[in-house]
């Protein structure tokens, strides 16, 4: 199942790649960024949802970019429906909007790691002493992202987006491992927890934050989301379902 | 320069559970406070966006900005220390109410045994039981002594339990019943009665029912919402300093809180302290605040670093065990896990509160006979109920890998059908574990970062080892379907760790040789200098920390009295 929702999005991609050269819109086949690019983020967005085209001016205004380049987007967007995938329980990082919390959250302070202990020297750290690095968030992700691409094209000869699942699965295996390159003298494993723990992040944290579309994330997994008392709920032996509720819901307080 | 202000009676550094018991005791008795803190002010109002999961357990939104202070870690004297650069250990409060805003609310007692820990076990198990690179003391003052301490902290706090017959005697009932039982809390109850033991409901800070305290602070019940650790109670159930302690300070109208106020430096002359200075956070001006008394009350790794950092107090010294400021920093050891998995159950853990859990008393302190092992002390072995947010709560069987489709379908399929059979066990101080100040790294301030020297010893080891047969024992008891028992403590990893009781440093006993404080907290080498908080433990017992703090303020708080009617040392 997982890996038939999963040949669509590869497809979709491919697709998305195919009008592009069409178009004329690439370069010796690399796609254009900048002006160009992003002419096409109203073409190619509706093509991605499954459910009837509902009027445009109705979306989120919140599902738009403040950090990454559309193609950036794309490729985050690829890579963390891998690490969560749509599956039989319900949608995907993709469906579920994580790449625009992603987005969002490299272009935040924390993006900028504005409350951790950034002054140097910089060594070498042991296992147990945690990252000691000087790069930035918002500068590893962005150079995890090109890194992605550069290791697939040299391993399978392609993009990561244009990747079958199985062959994006065995990249990202890879970088979780560490086999991948290392990243600006990064350890690629370094990438991917950042990778991983944002997504994840992405497809739980409260809507307000871009990510967990119509708090489908927590539909999944039963959580209710934000409330002011369980306390009749935790005493009962039988499981008690309840619609999320996200933080939206404690404004009226 | 720093510019100077009048001078006052007392000036108290940081506005937590000790420095908000200590204000409030004193200013009830007619005392001018000044009381400084690095933070920002906070009540309850503050927390109407509270239940956010990301911002205030993710993103440490209560917590010490690292960019301005961190420590430094290494687990041994051949490495070098490097700055804990983001959150993954332990987490340390900011602002008004500290860690007693953001903290999970179970309050225990220590035993009799701990503080007179190396007494008896001398007696019982004769002087080698331990090697003698463990460094327990007793703690000059014993159970007994401390008991009606602890009564007033659990009064004032409104304290929910029931009365524990291995535990030491109590004057009085807790002020409030147990918390209630849900399912999973239930399942433990009946395996451990069946295994022989005695389960009883955790010591909860957070309300059973509503309640007044003896200073006329009313408190409704919780409500069981599952936002406590890492979040501020915007109900007002949790017992918090910032609802309890410093109102009743600030209603007398001799507590100057001044916020946003980082103290640096104690002034001193080698005995006695005059003042301390402090920056504005906001501004960088610098002030100095003159006093007859000066009360350290901020966090464990900062109460020590302010003192070495002022010169004050005789540092400890690793290679020949003299000294004293940085000694016996202890840590907690919770690897010995079983984590049940069921195939056919849900239970609602969405819902529960920070000390909700039912534990059993059999294994610590001296509780069993420790004859035939290799450790002292023991583990609280048990089972709670926090609420399981959707970010922190992805846990699946052994061998799942961390990510991709099995990943995703596991952690959902067991996302309410899991819980952890728990083992909190106690720390026993050694030589080579302590802190100092780091040689390279500095503050946003320019003073040296707090330097820790640690990692779990074979003491340590040795109780994970022990403890983990016994949770895997209960879980089968109990009958899930996949139990993973985690047999081993391995390495001290600054960035993975998660317990967060941090004690020591600073420590109280009997003799001005081993020791840094008295029974009153009161400073042996600076009489006018009184240094609160679980920095004063000489080890770490198995329970949480802040009932023992808090009792130990209320007696620091006694003491600064004494010593301004009569001065001097006091015993």
Known sequence: MAEHENGKISQRGSTRRVFLKNSGLTVGGVVLGGALGSLLGGSSEPASHTAPA???????????????????????????????????NGPGAMELNAAIYIDHQLASPWGINSKEYMAGPFY???ETQGSQIRILRKDLFLLGLKSLDAYSSKKFESNFIDLAPEDQDLVLTDFSEGKAPDISGVKSTLFFNLLRSMTIEGVYADPVYGGNKNMEGWAMRKFPGSRMTYTQEIQKEQFVKLDPQGLNSHMSH | MATKLPKVPVVVVGMGWAGGIVAS?????????????????RNTSDYAMGHDELRYQHREELMQDLSKETITHRNNEKMRALPMRDYGTFIVGDGVGGAGSHWNGQTYRFLPYDFEIKTLTDKKYGANKLN????????????????PYYD?????????????????????????????KTPIMNMFEKATKNLGYTPYVI??????????????????ACQYCAYCENFGCEYGAKADPAVTVIPVAKKTGNLELRTHSNVIEILNDGSKASGVIYVDTITGEEFEQPADVVVVASYVFNNARLLLNSGLGKPYNSADGTGVIGKNYCYQVSSASSMMFFEDKEFNLYGGA?????????????????????FIHGAGIRVTQYGNRPIANNVVPKGTPSWGAEFKDQSIKYANSFFPVKSQGASMPYRYNYLDLDPTYKDAYGKPLLRMTFDYT??????????????????????????????????????KDTNTHNTGGVIMGSDPETSALNSYLQMWDAENVFVVGASAFPHNSSFNPTGTLGALSYRAAEGIQKYIKEGGSLV
């Open chain 1, 54 to 88: 509902a009027p445009a001016l109705t979306v989120n205004p919140a599902e738009a970019l403040m950090f990454f380049t559309p193609e950036q987007y794309q490729l985050t967007q690829a890579a963390a429906e891998r690490i969560y995938p749509k599956d039989d």
């Open chain 1, 124 to 126: 070498k750290a042991e």
């Open chain 2, 25 to 41: 005791e004193l200013t009830k008795a007619g005392i001018k406070v000044v009381g400084l803190e690095r933070g920002k002010d």
């Open chain 2, 132 to 147: 003698p690179e463990y460094t327990i003391q007793d703690w000059g003052m014993t159970y007994g002594e401390i008991e």
């Open chain 2, 152 to 180: 007033t902290f659990e009064k004032m706090a409104g304290i929910s339990g029931e009365t524990v017959e291995l535990y030491g005697k109590r004057s009085n009932p807790y002020p409030t019943g147990p918390m209630l």
């Open chain 2, 203 to 220: 010591p909860s800070g957070n309300l059973s029912e509503s309640y007044e305290n003896p200073d006329g602070i009313s408190r409704a």
């Open chain 2, 354 to 374: 920070g000390a909700l859990g039912i534990e059993i008393p059999e294994f610590v302190g001296d509780n069993f006979d420790h004859s035939e092992v290799n």
């Open chain 2, 458 to 495: 074979e003491q340590d080891r040795e109780l994970v080892k022990y403890m983990s047969k016994v949770t895997h024992k209960i879980a089968e008891e109990i009958g899930a379907d996949i139990i993973d028992t985690n047999e081993k403590q391995g390495d001290f990893n600054v960035n």
